[in-house]
């Protein structure tokens, strides 16, 4: 854990007592310095002025971020997607020189530019220095900061959704001593917090992490990894929000550690699509960048009618959980969770149709269409999904008493409306 945790006291008792602090140690640290500098100060101290970019990529629901000093024209570039024009792009048209690439983490639900970015420019590859990875990186510790021009990066160890987690303080000295801005990667997100159980996460570290960034001043403005997708269950929609705003409204905020940990470790969303090879490829141990998303296929949507009535020799693949499925089932349906359909792509068939299927219809969507962005030509999601199967009355099959004992030790799964699979990547 983090050497700048601390226990948690409440966070809504008094606005005024903690802007004081706050407001008295930025005095202390000489805030108001350019009150009283002098001409020849001015003259000489130059532009103060640093240029900041958030890229939204509507596909995954995921953000990164450009930061640079336009001073010294040095950049770093933050998350980044696999898709690397418009980072590649930018850079050209701003005559920014990149010096870091930084991942917050290892990412679970989209691969990540970094490395192409990093060997592209010959830059800094930067990730926190417990990450478990087979490539060389540059690796950064709690409260060390990165040069950037005049600019500071700040980072701040802020494990839970995933162990070596960071989210970025940024700093610009000669206009303030006070960070205003943070990047929270997946920790603290725009009305909730970053799932905590991924390989490696930890719910209680998850709440010192939030806890400690809401002690920040209300005024530093929250940018985080996700805008929506499947790293959260509460997100709100908003690219951006405020740690005075999250402090005030963001319903994990008001909950004491017991309540937290009940409340986040219950009723996750399903893995990621294609979490267990994108995250190999992340971590350097595979090559399977295709597994993410990068077209927008069209796929047809089959009604209860068409399921009872396909072929024989019809593949139905169930991309729930092991769980889910285990606790009911179309007849004859196959599970192959969509967490695994990248890994396991051999498993789905080329030489017949293919159904997919999952609880409600947003799953198997997604899923139908990366098997379309794989070649699959007759493959088709069962609209309404396993959910409207038992409404209609349909047969249902469940697993042996054993498996749905096992399964019953695992946290429930929430069934998510996250559909977006389509939509370029867009910036604000």
């Given at each position: 854990m983090s050497n700048f945790a601390v226990e948690f006291v409440p966070l809504l008792i008094d606005k005024h007592f903690y802007f004081s602090n706050a407001r008295d140690a930025a005095l202390s640290a000489g805030y108001n310095r350019h009150q009283h500098l002098s001409s020849e100060e001015s003259r000489t101290a130059g532009p103060l002025i640093m240029y900041f970019k958030q890229l939204l990529n509507e596909r995954c629901g995921c953000a990164s971020y450009v930061i640079a000093s336009r001073k010294t024209l040095e950049a770093a570039i933050v998350d980044p997607g696999i898709e690397t024009e418009a980072y590649e792009a930018l850079l050209r048209e701003r005559g920014f020189r990149l010096l870091y690439v930084i991942d917050t983490h290892i990412h679970a639900d989209h691969v990540s530019g970094a490395r192409r970015l990093a060997a592209q420019f010959g830059s800094e590859l930067c990730l926190y220095e417990s990450a478990q990875v087979a490539y060389p990186f540059r690796p950064l510790s709690d409260r060390q900061e990165l040069e950037l021009g005049q600019l500071r990066l700040r980072v701040l160890h802020t494990p839970g959704h995933r162990p070596?987690?960071?989210?970025?303080?940024?700093?610009?000295?000669?206009?303030?001593?006070e960070a205003s801005m943070v990047l929270t990667g997946d920790s603290l997100l725009v009305g909730d917090v970053g799932r905590p159980d991924f390989g490696g996460g930890d719910?209680?570290?998850?709440y010192d992490s939030v806890t400690n960034l809401l002690r920040l001043p209300d005024w530093v403005a929250v940018f985080p990894g996700h805008f929506e997708g499947p790293c959260g269950k509460g997100m709100c929609g908003r690219p951006s929000t405020t740690i005075g705003f999250e402090?005030?409204?963001?319903?994990?905020?008001?909950?004491?550690?017991?309540?937290?940990?009940?409340r986040v470790g219950k009723g996750v969303p399903p893995r990621p699509l294609n979490m267990t090879a994108i995250e190999a490829t992340n971590r350097g141990r595979a090559d399977i960048a295709w597994a993410m998303m990068t077209t927008s296929p069209e796929v047809p949507e089959v009604n209860l009618d068409e399921l009872r009535s396909r072929p024989a020799d019809a593949a139905l693949i169930d991309v729930r959980e092991p769980e889910e499925f285990a606790s009911g089932h179309v007849p004859g349906a196959v599970n192959l969770p969509q967490a695994d359909l990248a890994s396991r792509l051999d498993e789905v068939p080329r030489d017949r149709a293919v159904m997919v299927i999952c609880q409600g219809g947003f799953r198997s969507l997604r899923a139908a269409q990366f098997l379309k962005q794989r070649g699959y030509s007759d493959v088709a999601s069962v609209k309404g999904g396993t959910e409207a199967w038992r409404k209609a009355g349909g047969e249902m099959s469940v697993k042996c008493d054993a498996d749905k004992s096992a399964s019953a030790q695992q946290p429930a799964i929430v069934e998510t409306e996250w559909t977006h699979a389509g939509g370029d990547c867009y910036s604000i």
């Open positions: 070596e987690l960071i989210s970025i303080l940024i700093v610009n000295p000669p206009r303030s001593p719910v209680a570290a998850q402090r005030l409204y963001n319903p994990l905020a008001r909950l004491d550690r017991r309540e937290f940990i009940n």
